[in-house]
């Protein structure tokens, strides 16, 4: 009785679709899907369940050896990076635009963000050292003098193109471009979520603006040959990085 009840409601769709448009043929034609992606993609054995380690809050110090204080030391997060620039397994991560720094909460909240929103399959890897470099501060309403303050938390300084986390499995990259558009939203400086083919087109389109570029007056033209008395206003910076980097 379900078979034919189930029967006569679809034939009578048919007939009410034969009325409105005129005659309905089903037809099977047919279908071709192409095959998934293959990826021979090896999780390292140092990923631990595949999630984000926790990293310290604060260094290790021998016991004989007294926490040191630092300066702000700015030439650490200033230029671009030249040798953590690159992702090692070729699939997917999140790069710094700009040079910053990066604190206890800030590593928290990436490890958050993979753990819970990244597919079981993906490993991630921490591609920047636990906050080591300490930075000073003096309580509210103190008297000038006295010595450098105490140490109040600790940082990682990052420059730009450095690769902040990796990640990777065997999946695309529009599996995981939200997750990673979302830790790079959250970070304290401007970053960006990229695969392998993403930071390939960025570096292709960099060399071909160079290498097409009709105009003879560039910035490291003009800085190089003080065009104009340039060195009077340019900051020092700009005579190693020619206005790409601050």
């Given at each position: 009785?379900?078979?034919?009840?189930?029967?006569?409601?679809?034939?009578?769709?048919?007939?009410?679709?034969?009325?409105?448009?005129?005659?309905?043929?089903?037809?099977?034609?047919?279908?071709?899907?192409?095959?998934?992606?293959?990826?021979?993609?090896?999780?390292?054995?140092?990923?631990?369940?595949?999630?984000?380690?926790?990293?310290?809050?604060?260094?290790?110090?021998?016991?004989?050896?007294?926490?040191?204080?630092?300066?702000?030391?700015l030439k650490l997060m200033r230029g671009p990076e030249l040798v953590l620039n690159k992702l090692l397994h070729k699939q997917y991560?999140?790069?710094?635009?700009?040079?910053?720094?990066?604190?206890?909460?800030?590593?928290?909240?990436?490890?958050?963000?993979?753990?819970?929103?990244?597919?079981?399959?993906?490993?991630?890897?921490?591609?920047?050292?636990?906050?080591?470099?300490?930075?000073?501060?003096?309580?509210?309403?103190?008297?000038?003098?006295?010595?450098?303050?105490?140490?109040?938390?600790?940082?990682?300084?990052?420059?730009?193109?450095?690769?902040?986390?990796?990640?990777?499995?065997?999946?695309?990259?529009?599996?995981?471009?939200?997750?990673?558009?979302?830790?790079?939203?959250?970070?304290?400086?401007?970053?960006?979520?990229?695969?392998?083919?993403?930071?390939?087109?960025?570096?292709?389109?960099?060399?071909?603006?160079?290498?097409?570029?009709?105009?003879?007056?560039?910035?490291?033209?003009?800085?190089?040959?003080?065009?104009?008395?340039?060195?009077q206003w340019i900051a020092p910076v700009d005579k190693y990085w020619y206005n790409k980097h601050r």
């Amino acid at each position: 009785m379900l078979a034919q009840s189930l029967l006569s409601k679809c034939l009578t769709g048919i007939k009410s679709i034969n009325n409105m448009y005129g005659y309905c043929i089903p037809v099977a034609g047919l279908k071709y899907f192409r095959p998934p992606v293959k990826y021979d993609v090896e999780a390292p054995p140092d990923t631990r369940g595949h999630k984000l380690p926790i990293l310290p809050k604060v260094p290790t110090y021998p016991p004989q050896l007294k926490p040191f204080k630092m300066q702000r030391k700015l030439k650490l997060m200033r230029g671009p990076e030249l040798v953590l620039n690159k992702l090692l397994h070729k699939q997917y991560g999140v790069i710094a635009l700009i040079g910053g720094r990066l604190r206890y909460g800030h590593t928290e909240m990436v490890r958050w963000t993979c753990g819970k929103k990244l597919p079981h399959s993906a490993f991630s890897l921490w591609r920047i050292d636990p906050p080591w470099q300490p930075v000073t501060r003096r309580g509210h309403g103190v008297r000038m003098g006295g010595g450098k303050g105490s140490i109040d938390h600790y940082v990682t300084p990052v420059k730009a193109g450095r690769v902040i986390i990796e990640v990777g499995g065997p999946f695309e990259y529009e599996e995981v471009r939200k997750v990673l558009e979302e830790i790079a939203h959250k970070l304290p400086f401007k970053a960006m979520a990229v695969s392998q083919e993403i930071l390939d087109q960025m570096h292709e389109d960099e060399r071909y603006i160079e290498e097409s570029n009709q105009n003879p007056y560039t910035w490291k033209y003009m800085i190089q040959n003080n065009i104009g008395g340039c060195h009077q206003w340019i900051a020092p910076v700009d005579k190693y990085w020619y206005n790409k980097h601050r």
